[in-house]
């Protein structure tokens, strides 16, 4: 793909850039402040810029006067790059040269994985699905070879495939005879490999052994997450909307919505506690199992794959999750000494919980290691391969709850801290999850304390998600609008700040340029739940270090789970304290890892048994009476940390903002 | 036991009886005839013996006066024996001197295996049974210590009982957690064998290992047979109305009725007709459960157990009543070249049949061979040993269907054919099933052509069922009174021969002495019927041994199963044509071997191997189209053959019947 140099005045920093790549977000991730705060919608008309030379393709938008257009004025949000530009940025939207400084000299700041390096995060597997078809063309019977029908399919499976020991589903027996003389004796079988060997879970006529698919689902506290695969093939589909993440790899398509038991409490132990009323837990069992059934109906239409022909489905979720899914009262993950039900669940059908699928298709149950450490956690393990690797790994899932795994092939150890769901867009005022319309990146410029935002799928803004948030927050940080506690800054100049009914906020996008008629803002309050979330996640790692004597600088890699949308920015997730102060090349980010391990299960039967070996490697260490960990929290609710000596890099850049801000007020 | 010597006058014969023994039962096993009408139930009046000297309990019945019984007249049906007596027959029940010759000098002639015989058939195995109870006292969880709850049970298991690699059924996970916490972490694990591996089907408060039951059943295509099984015992347990037969064996009780289907076709291929009509086969399927569930609810009335404590059941039936059970369409088990659908059946839940048992009861079903010969006979084959003894045996079920396997431990070879239910019952004008009120025995005077008759628990006759058919022909038969076509004798002066509705007709019962309010007969066409039966079953046999290049006199041993009742006289059996003239001491009548074989089963797990490889190993011939079947069937067609060469010692009897009864008529 060609690259294109864009220089941007003044200053003069330089980045590459794809050809065909959009001009605001370019300058969103080379760090160029560029004012927007309708996501990227062509609705704000802020973000103009002045194209001194070169191919771009910018439509003439009303915001715009001809006299402007004429002159080169353009929309960097409608602007596409398609050869070498030099680009003016204007004054009201210019950042300080210190910190076009501080960004170094890359040409984009961002680390996320892309999909081949997702696909190769695991080593040494193959496309070699649990769930298979196999054609089979059956001599029909005759006088001296009438043996039956199922003796007769199954010795045709032997000899022609080479697979014995075929158990049967009691289900499939009972059309086998009619199913086998309606098609000539020319059948698809449909098997699964469990614990006990191959079971034969259908026949159709004719071969199908083409359509074979697999629907594959994390059960989050807040969000689930749904995929289709095509069994057949591992080849990269390009997501219709753009809304692709690098866990969208081999999908045909991805569906995600709210888990609907959020009505009924925000995180696992309320859930929990409401499972105890009369028809709690048969309640909250139907809202989970409805709002799969809408993420499996919205992926067989945007797929336009027929319900008929998905044969498996896998599924990892928290152990609270695992267990409400199943039916199973939770009520002992809630109590000391925290006990789950069961870790290793056998494969259940999909029907029998409820869900709307073929009654042959038989549900994987990632295996679970503790009450708070579930099979999203070693789906995660999994699909990032930590468990093959010697590299001594921290493995972070950031969701409604935080999940730490620490080792790597021969010893895994985790803990569990109940950050809340900040990510996930719940307790914050306007927090949605990583969705279409979502604040995912944010840059705030240091003088004027006007906002750049992004949204996904570039429409007008409806909420932030949790990289917005992170992002929003390390601005504010950076542009010294809030302290280290988190508590705005009563003296600046900007009607961006003012204070609304829950005490001070941070307008990000005003009423007329969001989709949702009124003002998104961030609060006080919503910054106080990140502090802690941040907090219990950092303290964790921590403790889960020292448990096994290590430190931080001890590590070789850090991989980062979560729902953050495509733009978790880990600079600025290091700069508030919610990751720890490492070289940026060590941090893996792997967006959705319970995903990622489910659709890798999905995919290859060989790592049911890694995967049942991470379950029972992996060590818990309970944090709810662990003697530093109160401690250690407690000193991590500080931005970046009370510890400035784990935070040197942050804590040198924030020196160097506040000389830039002093500056700056000279010279005004 | 005490024995007494009975002597009876006039002839001088000599049995040998046990303390207790009835008088008129004894005289019958003797082959001795004292008119006697309604079935031993003293109603008739006309089995009065004088009672020479000895100690005898028999009140007076009204039908004796005061005179006859201070003269010693009493009803031998009333009589019990308790020392040794001198029996007088009156005149009009006397048979004559040449028939008690020919009776020899056996004390009993009844060919029947005693419990203990049936018990030693199988050798080696021991109690041991496929579902189990065991108890575990678990260490509550700490902190420490907080596996999960089935990991704990499981380990449990292991560690104190050594069963390891156990698999849980979903349906115990559910309420595991609460049952383990509200019986103090004492439970009783139910686990169940099955091909893949233990499995934990249920766990339960407390010690319940000593409340572990199973209930058998044999489908019949007319009668269904139920037991209910102590599994922790194999004692021999009496049965109460004193209807047992060996078969009852380790049973705590025992139950049977006519197979719902009945009302929908005679036998399997009217069945399967039926199936095939809308809603046929779904309708087939819900009276056939009917019919157990009915048995189910009798047999826990009968041994006061409670449902929930039932933990197997174990099935056996021909291949269309075990696909009609499992709702499995039969259409091409009638159809050339007649496939059954499955031959092995994996476990199915019994409340998925429709089965009115706890829901986490298995049945085992027992495996089959070819579309007409099924597990009924696989369990015989297991049930009476031929799996594992050197000795060539030659295997018959006389049941609605006739089916035979000759073989060894080495080799089996079967055949079936349609032999009709007329030994059930069905298809006799009065035919029923071995149940009380049936006649089962019979014995008729050369001379008077009176009958002498028992029925099963000693009532007023309802009707005949197997034993009772045979001893009825074959005393027909024998005095003279049918030819060897089956045809009565027009020239006969007796009111008991007439010509009926249906043709001429034997009154074996008049109305006022049967419990049907009209007189009980045997038609030319029922004798027909039995005689196609008969006929089918003994050229079955012989074609079978001519196909391995047998001949009768090659068997080493043969062994009789099928619903007779308990009185299925060997010798008549023979001299009908129905079994072959071997050696008496050749044979053994096991009842039902269908029963006996899902009892072995319910008691050692080790037997289900041993089964499959029994239905494996098992190879079937056709009948349907053999070359010679046909005129094997024909020559059969006769009392007892066309071939007299084949039973040198019948002709021979009733060629010295008939010299005697031209003496009689010389002397009258």
């Given at each position: 793909?060609?690259?294109?140099?864009?220089?941007?005045?003044p200053g003069?920093?330089?980045?590459?850039?794809?050809?065909?790549?959009?001009?605001?977000?370019?300058?969103?991730?080379?760090?160029?402040h560029?004012?927007?705060?309708?996501?990227?919608?062509?609705?704000?008309?802020?973000?103009?810029?002045?194209?001194?030379?070169?191919?771009?393709?910018?439509?003439?938008?009303?915001?715009?006067?001809?006299?402007?257009?004429?002159?080169?004025?353009?929309?960097?949000?409608?602007?596409?790059?398609?050869?070498?530009?030099?680009?003016?940025?204007?004054l009201e939207s210019q950042v300080d040269k210190s910190v076009l400084q501080l960004?170094?000299?890359?040409?984009?700041?961002?680390?996320?994985?892309?999909?081949?390096?997702?696909?190769?995060?695991?080593?040494?597997?193959?496309?070699?699905?649990?769930?298979?078809?196999?054609?089979?063309?059956?001599?029909?019977?005759?006088?001296?070879?009438?043996?039956?029908?199922?003796?007769?399919?199954?010795?045709?499976?032997?000899?022609?495939?080479?697979?014995?020991?075929?158990?049967?589903?009691?289900?499939?027996?009972?059309?086998?005879?009619?199913?086998?003389?309606?098609?000539?004796?020319?059948?698809?079988?449909?098997?699964?490999?469990?614990?006990?060997?191959?079971?034969?879970?259908?026949?159709?006529?004719?071969?199908?052994?083409?359509?074979?698919?697999?629907?594959?689902?994390?059960?989050?506290?807040?969000?689930?997450?749904?995929?289709?695969?095509?069994?057949?093939?591992?080849?990269?589909?390009?997501?219709?909307?753009?809304?692709?993440?690098?866990?969208?790899?081999?999908?045909?398509?991805?569906?995600?919505?709210?888990?609907?038991?959020?009505?009924?409490?925000?995180?696992?132990?309320?859930?929990?506690?409401?499972?105890?009323?009369?028809?709690?837990?048969?309640?909250?069992?139907?809202?989970?199992?409805?709002?799969?059934?809408?993420?499996?109906?919205?992926?067989?239409?945007?797929?336009?794959?027929?319900?008929?022909?998905?044969?498996?489905?896998?599924?990892?979720?928290?152990?609270?999750?695992?267990?409400?899914?199943?039916?199973?009262?939770?009520?002992?993950?809630?109590?000391?000494?925290?006990?789950?039900?069961?870790?290793?669940?056998?494969?259940?059908?999909?029907?029998?919980?409820?869900?709307?699928?073929?009654?042959?298709?038989?549900?994987?149950?990632?295996?679970?290691?503790?009450?708070?450490?579930?099979?999203?956690?070693?789906?995660?393990?999994?699909?990032?391969?930590?468990?093959?690797?010697?590299?001594?790994?921290?493995?972070?899932?950031?969701?409604?709850?935080?999940?730490?795994?620490?080792?790597?092939?021969?010893?895994?150890?985790?803990?569990?801290?109940?950050?809340?769901?900040?990510?996930?867009?719940?307790?914050?005022?306007?927090?949605?999850?990583?969705?279409?319309?979502?604040?995912?990146?944010?840059?705030i410029n240091h003088r004027t304390y006007e906002?750049?935002?992004?949204?996904?799928?570039?429409?007008?803004?409806?909420?932030?998600?949790?990289?917005?948030?992170?992002?929003?927050?390390?601005?504010?940080l950076e542009a010294g609008m809030?302290d280290?506690?988190?508590?705005?800054r009563r003296d600046l100049q900007t009607?961006?700040i003012?204070?609304?009914?829950?005490?001070?906020?941070?307008?990000?996008?005003?009423?007329?340029?969001?989709?949702?008629?009124?003002?998104?803002?961030?609060?006080?309050?919503?910054?106080?739940?990140?502090?802690?979330?941040?907090?219990?996640?950092?303290?964790?790692?921590?403790?889960?270090?020292?448990?096994?004597?290590?430190?931080?600088?001890?590590?070789?890699?850090?991989?980062?789970?979560?729902?953050?949308?495509?733009?978790?920015?880990?600079?600025?997730?290091?700069?508030?304290?919610?990751?720890?102060?490492?070289?940026?090349?060590?941090?893996?980010?792997?967006?959705?890892?319970?995903?990622?391990?489910?659709?890798?299960?999905?995919?290859?039967?060989?790592?049911?048994?890694?995967?049942?070996?991470?379950?029972?490697?992996?060590?818990?260490?309970?944090?709810?009476?662990?003697?530093?960990?109160?401690?250690?929290?407690?000193?991590?609710?500080?931005?970046?940390?009370?510890?400035?000596?784990?935070?040197?890099?942050?804590?040198e850049r924030l020196r160097q903002m506040k000389k830039g801000e002093q500056e700056l007020r000279v010279m005004s």
């Amino acid at each position: 793909m060609p690259k294109h140099l864009i220089t941007f005045h003044p200053g003069e920093k330089k980045i590459s850039v794809n050809e065909g790549e959009n001009l605001l977000q370019a300058a969103m991730e080379a760090g160029i402040h560029i004012n927007a705060s309708c996501g990227g919608s062509a609705t704000c008309g802020k973000c103009k810029i002045h194209l001194l030379q070169g191919m771009a393709d910018s439509p003439k938008h009303p915001k715009t006067t001809q006299q402007e257009y004429d002159q080169g004025i353009r929309l960097a949000c409608l602007t596409s790059i398609h050869g070498d530009l030099d680009v003016e940025i204007p004054l009201e939207s210019q950042v300080d040269k210190s910190v076009l400084q501080l960004k170094g000299d890359r040409t984009a700041h961002k680390y996320l994985l892309a999909p081949q390096d997702i696909y190769q995060l695991v080593q040494g597997w193959e496309v070699d699905p649990a769930v298979f078809k196999k054609y089979v063309q059956l001599a029909p019977p005759t006088q001296k070879d009438n043996m039956s029908d199922l003796t007769r399919l199954t010795n045709g499976l032997e000899r022609h495939h080479g697979i014995g020991g075929i158990s049967s589903d009691f289900r499939v027996i009972m059309k086998l005879s009619r199913i086998l003389r309606e098609s000539d004796w020319k059948v698809t079988a449909t098997l699964v490999l469990t614990r006990k060997g191959y079971k034969l879970i259908k026949v159709e006529p004719g071969d199908t052994t083409r359509q074979n698919y697999s629907i594959v689902v994390d059960i989050g506290t807040t969000t689930i997450y749904g995929q289709i695969l095509d069994l057949n093939s591992c080849v990269v589909v390009a997501c219709p909307d753009g809304q692709c993440d690098g866990t969208t790899l081999f999908a045909l398509a991805e569906a995600s919505d709210y888990n609907g038991q959020i009505s009924y409490g925000e995180d696992v132990i309320t859930r929990i506690v409401y499972s105890q009323k009369p028809g709690g837990l048969k309640k909250l069992q139907e809202v989970v199992v409805s709002t799969i059934n809408k993420i499996i109906d919205e992926l067989l239409e945007m797929s336009k794959i027929d319900r008929s022909l998905i044969s498996h489905m896998v599924i990892a979720g928290n152990t609270t999750m695992t267990q409400l899914l199943l039916d199973l009262d939770p009520k002992f993950i809630r109590e000391a000494p925290y006990v789950p039900t069961a870790n290793f669940i056998p494969p259940v059908r999909a029907i029998h919980l409820g869900i709307d699928l073929p009654d042959h298709v038989h549900t994987y149950i990632f295996p679970m290691v503790a009450s708070y450490v579930g099979g999203d956690i070693v789906a995660g393990i999994l699909g990032s391969g930590v468990f093959q690797r010697e590299t001594l790994t921290l493995y972070m899932d950031i969701g409604t709850n935080g999940e730490i795994v620490l080792g790597n092939k021969d010893w895994l150890a985790s803990v569990s801290c109940s950050a809340g769901p900040a990510f996930e867009g719940a307790g914050i005022k306007f927090g949605i999850r990583a969705t279409r319309g979502a604040i995912e990146e944010v840059n705030i410029n240091h003088r004027t304390y006007e906002p750049m935002i992004l949204t996904i799928g570039r429409t007008k803004p409806i909420g932030i998600c949790g990289s917005g948030l992170i992002d929003t927050v390390a601005a504010l940080l950076e542009a010294g609008m809030i302290d280290p506690n988190g508590k705005f800054r009563r003296d600046l100049q900007t009607d961006r700040i003012r204070k609304g009914p829950d005490g001070y906020e941070y307008i990000l996008a005003k009423k007329g340029e969001t989709a949702v008629q009124e003002d998104i803002v961030l609060t006080e309050i919503d910054i106080e739940n990140l502090i802690r979330t941040k907090a219990a996640i950092y303290a964790g790692c921590k403790v889960l270090l020292e448990s096994v004597g290590l430190r931080f600088k001890d590590l070789e890699q850090v991989i980062i789970a979560g729902g953050f949308g495509r733009h978790l920015d880990l600079e600025k997730a290091i700069f508030i304290g919610l990751l720890p102060e490492l070289d940026i090349d060590q941090f893996i980010f792997v967006g959705n890892g319970s995903l990622l391990g489910t659709r890798l299960l999905s995919f290859s039967k060989n790592l049911i048994k890694e995967t049942e070996r991470i379950a029972l490697m992996m060590t818990n260490l309970e944090l709810s009476n662990h003697p530093t960990f109160m401690n250690e929290f407690v000193a991590a609710m500080f931005l970046p940390h009370t510890d400035a000596s784990a935070f040197p890099q942050v804590i040198e850049r924030l020196r160097q903002m506040k000389k830039g801000e002093q500056e700056l007020r000279v010279m005004s």
